[in-house]
């Protein structure tokens, strides 16, 4: 199983019947693949959706229908749509039950930096700060590194998303919460050992006496 | 409302004004307003708008032909050449995250003196800003955002300028035109009086100065 397949898997074994549900662009958006079917999960898009569905046949797309990034993509039955201000209202407002975002680091705090690098790469930060300040729950799912660098850092040196840290962060070879704001193992990929994860780790990890493998 | 060509709407506009234009990476932009901005090489426009979309399309065409010097918008990364613009420093950015931007506009068109959001509170964007707790909870102060020009696009119009967007085509538009002095509006469908049903209406007619014929 590739990275991304494992960490979509993983991710979208969190989430609930009934939940309202944002998905970043990048791994996030592939966690939809994952959830069963017969379980509803209501996807927001930010760009004024709930109830997005999967991407149209060839042919069976509609111009003023797309998602965040201008794709297209379908409507499920029961599905709502609505302006920004409305839709920024559902992420702020606490309405939104879970937001899953990629991230550029994420820090022994559960701190998030995910919008920028300083003179390098100023995209933006769309609604990534939004979702993370407001969303009742914030996972991150990202590749526990890039180019040999471990991407769960001891402090974030790239600006931060917010100061809310986040309450999940799953990658290719861990999942890692923060329990009275301590980053802790509870997981590792299957087939990695304890010992790989933390030699990879340039947060300080909190080990319980039992660390079970992802089940997918 | 006045109905008007789309040549005559956008010789309206002179060069260096600020417009506020609808759309979400060019979907729910009013292309054919955009078309002519480029056509009448309006120049040295501040532009109030979530994206920059993409070269060639919405607002993106702006940056084809650098006529913005100055943009307000919360994500400019799909559009490589107004990230080359910001980075040459030939046209000034402000980011701001996108529930901001959109209570910003709110603010703007409502009579607002601003809005309190926990958005950005401890991050970059609180620099410059007021905090103002609100029962124990730090809030910043976000200003009023208004436009000389809003541009926007509705899915039906009727010809008092009722509108009514579709599906995620409405965006930001409707904010929009309540947040400058002169509202153009463009419109897939112009149809006569009590189509768009009065429960229908999402931005009542006396909002709209202009509408754009279509054809």
């Not at chain 1, 409507?75 to 749509?81: K, S």
């Not at chain 1, 299957?190 to 997918?216: C, H, I, S, Y």
């Not at chain 2, 040295?44 to 084809?64: E, H, M, Q, R, W």
């Not at chain 2, 995620?168 to 768009?196: C, K, Q, S, W, Y």
């Amino acid at each position: 199983m590739d990275a991304q397949t494992i960490i979509a898997r993983r991710v979208a074994q969190e989430l609930r019947p009934g939940n309202l549900v944002n998905l970043g662009i990048g791994i996030p958006t592939l966690v939809a693949n994952y959830v069963p079917k017969e379980m509803s999960v209501f996807f927001q898009s930010e760009n004024g959706l709930i109830g997005t569905g999967p991407i149209p046949e060839q042919g069976m797309s509609h111009p003023l229908l797309t998602d965040a990034g201008g794709r297209p993509i379908s409507a499920l039955p029961g599905a709502a749509t609505f302006d920004s201000a409305m839709s920024f209202g559902l992420i702020r407002g606490g309405h939104v039950d879970v937001t899953v975002l990629g991230g550029l680091q994420v820090d022994a705090d559960g701190h998030l930096a995910n919008w920028m690098i300083p003179g390098k790469m100023v995209p933006g930060m769309g609604g990534a700060m939004d979702l993370v300040t407001g969303a009742k729950r914030v996972i991150i799912a990202m590749q526990h590194a890039a180019k040999g660098k471990s991407k769960i850092v001891a402090k974030c040196n790239l600006p931060l998303t917010s100061s809310r840290p986040v309450d999940l962060v799953v990658t290719d070879m861990a999942v890692i919460a923060f329990p009275g704001g301590k980053a802790t193992l509870l997981e590792t990929a299957p087939g990695v050992g304890v010992a790989e994860v933390l030699a990879v780790t340039e947060a300080e990890l909190t080990v319980p006496d039992n660390v079970p493998q992802m089940k997918l | 409302m006045k109905p008007v060509s789309a040549e005559a709407a956008v010789a309206l506009i002179p060069d260096g004004a600020t417009i506020m234009v609808g759309g979400f990476m060019g979907v729910g932009t009013p292309e054919r307003l955009l078309d002519e901005l480029v056509r009448q090489k309006k120049s040295g426009l501040s532009l109030i708008s979530n994206d920059a979309a993409t070269p060639g399309k919405g607002v993106g065409k702006l940056f084809d032909g650098a006529q913005v010097s100055r943009m307000i918008g919360t994500h400019i990364g799909l559009n490589p050449k107004a990230q080359q613009q910001m980075l040459g420093n030939q046209i000034t950015v402000d980011l701001i995250p996108q529930g901001t931007f959109v209570e910003r506009i709110r603010a703007g068109g409502c009579g607002l003196g601003g809005v309190l959001t926990p958005t950005g509170v401890g991050t970059l964007v609180e620099e410059g800003k007021r905090k103002i707790e609100v029962d124990g909870k730090p809030y910043l102060l976000e200003t009023p955002l208004r436009a000389d020009f809003a541009l926007v696009h509705a899915f039906l119009a009727d010809y008092v300028g009722n509108l009514s967007y579709a599906l995620t085509a409405r965006n930001f538009n409707p904010l929009m035109a309540m947040a400058a002095d002169t509202v153009i509006v463009t419109a897939e469908n112009i149809v006569p009086i009590g189509v768009i049903a009065p429960d229908h209406v999402v931005t009542p007619g006396p909002l709209v100065d202009y509408l754009v014929s279509n054809g």
